[in-house]
């Protein structure tokens, strides 16, 4: 299917989405959400494909913020409705049940920063920058963004980057905890590409259920999330995976699972 602002691309079990508006820096408009939306939707009910690796087109910014021209005349209604819109393609990709790694290639500010959030693995080049630049607009994150970053990366370092809107470059983003691995620019989707790989090999029924545990982190209390942890644990143990799983671990060769 062909997209306005995106490129997507299925090969051996990986969707690749590249957002294409490099003359406006990636920049998130409504055609672009309502894109996300459809093709995530289509990757979710899609049985060939496990996991996804999202990135930006041209190698100066993922998605550098909402585009600015869509904010204007909005009022707190329309502004709510705008926000809620967002946040639901975010929520979608959150929860998507297959793994999402944002391939982060310069600029992830606004909007963008909160698009890469949501995903579940984020990789950075050497040259990404991340930033929540909305007070100096006189507004906050709408896209998730003042829910999602606290749980990452503690609610003291999000705080200071929401109220004084500061960028941090990509080595104190690893330093804090909100990228898995810095790269060259060059290496970006070869190394996002390798660590799809890497869970693609692996039982995809218990990667999914283990994406759901996780999340459930930010949704329940610890006892709440053990309790869920256990049940997901349960069936993964009644499934032909975990079977093959311990009977290669025991036979000393690599699983061939069937993800069923």
Do not use: W
């Not at 639901?88 to 500010?109: C, D, F, H, S, T």
């Not at 507004?139 to 109220?163: C, D, F, H, W």
């Not at 941090?168 to 060259?184: F, H, K, S, T, W």
């Not at 049940?231 to 995976?241: H, P, Y």
């Amino acid at each position: 299917m062909k997209y306005e602002t995106l490129l997507v691309e299925k090969r051996d079990r990986i969707a690749f989405i590249t957002i294409n508006r490099p003359d406006k820096l990636n920049a998130l408009n409504a055609r672009t959400k309502s894109e996300l939306r459809e093709v995530f939707e289509n990757v979710r009910d899609d049985s060939e494909i496990d996991v996804v690796i999202l990135t930006g087109s041209g190698p100066k910014a993922f998605v550098a913020g909402t585009d600015i021209q869509e904010l204007t005349g909005l009022e707190e209604q329309s502004g709510k409705e705008f926000s809620e819109r967002g946040q639901a393609v975010l929520n979608l990709i959150e929860n998507l049940g297959k793994p999402v790694i944002a391939a982060v290639n310069g600029y992830a500010l606004g909007g963008g920063m909160e698009l890469a959030l949501a995903c579940h693995i984020r990789i950075a080049s050497e040259n990404a920058k991340f930033g929540q630049p909305e007070v100096a607009l006189g507004i906050i994150p709408g896209y998730g963004g003042t829910q999602r970053l606290g749980r990452l990366v503690g609610k003291g370092k999000a705080m200071e980057m929401i109220l004084t809107g500061d960028q941090i470059d990509a080595q104190e983003a690893l330093r804090m905890g909100l990228v898995n691995a810095v790269v060259p620019l060059a290496d970006l989707l070869n190394t996002a590409d390798s660590m799809a790989r890497k869970i693609i090999a692996k039982g995809q029924v218990a990667v999914r259920l283990a994406l759901r545990s996780v999340n459930a982190i930010d949704e329940s209390s610890f006892g709440a999330g053990q309790i869920l942890e256990s049940e997901l644990f349960g069936r993964c143990c009644s499934s032909e995976d975990f079977k093959e799983g311990i009977i290669a671990f025991l036979e000393k060769r690599k699983a061939i699972f069937k993800n069923k």
